[in-house]
């Protein structure tokens, strides 16, 4: 069974003032299409059909360019829209909420370290929020489509938020004002989304 691109759980618009209409629609139709066309051609006939997206990137052979960066784009892009939601905003609860804090003092805190990472990674890449065995959540950024869930990659373990900062993510409505869309950001995350993900991969 090959991977398919994933319906969006709310419509293009819905993200708007944060994220535009076109800008969500080109990114899903033609960047998403794309990594996910490219990733069915690149495992066809290999030992990788038919295994998950997190199989295949856990025991990725880094020199598999063709895996890495529409694996990575395939996998990335479903957390992105996953992780946002038009009622979304506000901060998390509960266990997700205690980790945070215990590793970074506060919620404003760790919204500071996650945007510096989000602002600060040169050029194409991701910013994420990990969770490792445990229940430990740490930041990291990594470049192009790599992910944590790679071998070796950025901070390791689980991630269960990220926001993609390539140019095509926020060009056409911020240009290369990157920080104020890491600031738009933060209007539209699936608090409850997160927290899911952290319960299930802690
Ligand atoms: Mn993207």
Same mark, same amino acid.
């Given at each position: 069974?090959?991977?398919?691109?994933?319906?969006?759980?709310?419509?293009?618009?819905?993200?708007?003032?944060?994220?535009?209409?076109?800008?969500?629609?080109?990114?899903?139709?033609?960047?998403?299409?794309?990594?996910?066309?490219?990733?069915?051609?690149?495992?066809?006939?290999?030992?990788?059909? *038919? /295994?998950?997206?997190?199989?295949?990137?856990? %025991?990725? !052979?880094?020199?598999?360019?063709?895996?890495?960066?529409? +694996? #990575?784009?395939?996998?990335?892009?479903?957390?992105?829209?996953?992780?946002?939601?038009?009622?979304?905003?506000?901060?998390?609860?509960?266990?997700?909420?205690?980790?945070?804090?215990?590793?970074?003092?506060?919620?404003?805190?760790?919204?500071?370290?996650?945007?510096?990472?989000?602002?600060?990674?040169?050029?194409?890449?991701?910013?994420?929020?990990?969770?490792?065995?445990? *229940? /430990?959540?740490?930041?990291?950024?990594?470049? %192009?489509? !790599?992910?944590?869930?790679?071998?070796?990659?950025?901070? +390791? #373990?689980?991630?269960?938020?990220?926001?993609?900062?390539?140019?095509?993510?926020?060009?056409?409505?911020?240009?290369?004002?990157?920080?104020?869309?890491?600031?738009?950001?933060?209007?539209?995350?699936?608090?409850?989304?997160?927290?899911?993900?952290?319960?299930?991969?802690?």
């Amino acid at each position: 069974m090959a991977f398919e691109l994933p319906k969006l759980k709310y419509d293009y618009d819905a993200l708007e003032p944060n994220i535009d209409a076109r800008t969500m629609e080109i990114h899903h139709t033609k960047h998403h299409q794309g990594y996910t066309d490219k990733l069915n051609d690149a495992i066809k006939g290999t030992d990788k059909e *038919g /295994k998950t997206i997190e199989n295949i990137l856990k %025991n990725l !052979d880094l020199d598999n360019k063709a895996v890495r960066n529409n +694996g #990575g784009g395939y996998y990335n892009h479903r957390l992105f829209w996953e992780v946002m939601s038009p009622n979304g905003g506000g901060k998390p609860s509960g266990d997700l909420e205690n980790a945070i804090n215990s590793a970074y003092g506060s919620f404003e805190d760790f919204k500071e370290k996650f945007s510096e990472a989000a602002k600060g990674q040169f050029g194409s890449g991701w910013a994420w929020l990990c969770v490792q065995e445990g *229940g /430990k959540v740490e930041i990291c950024s990594t470049t %192009n489509q !790599d992910n944590p869930l790679m071998p070796g990659v950025g901070c +390791g #373990g689980t991630p269960i938020l990220g926001l993609d900062v390539w140019e095509h993510a926020y060009y056409l409505k911020y240009q290369n004002k990157r920080p104020d869309y890491v600031g738009a950001f933060f209007n539209v995350i699936d608090w409850e989304e997160v927290s899911k993900r952290y319960a299930n991969n802690k």
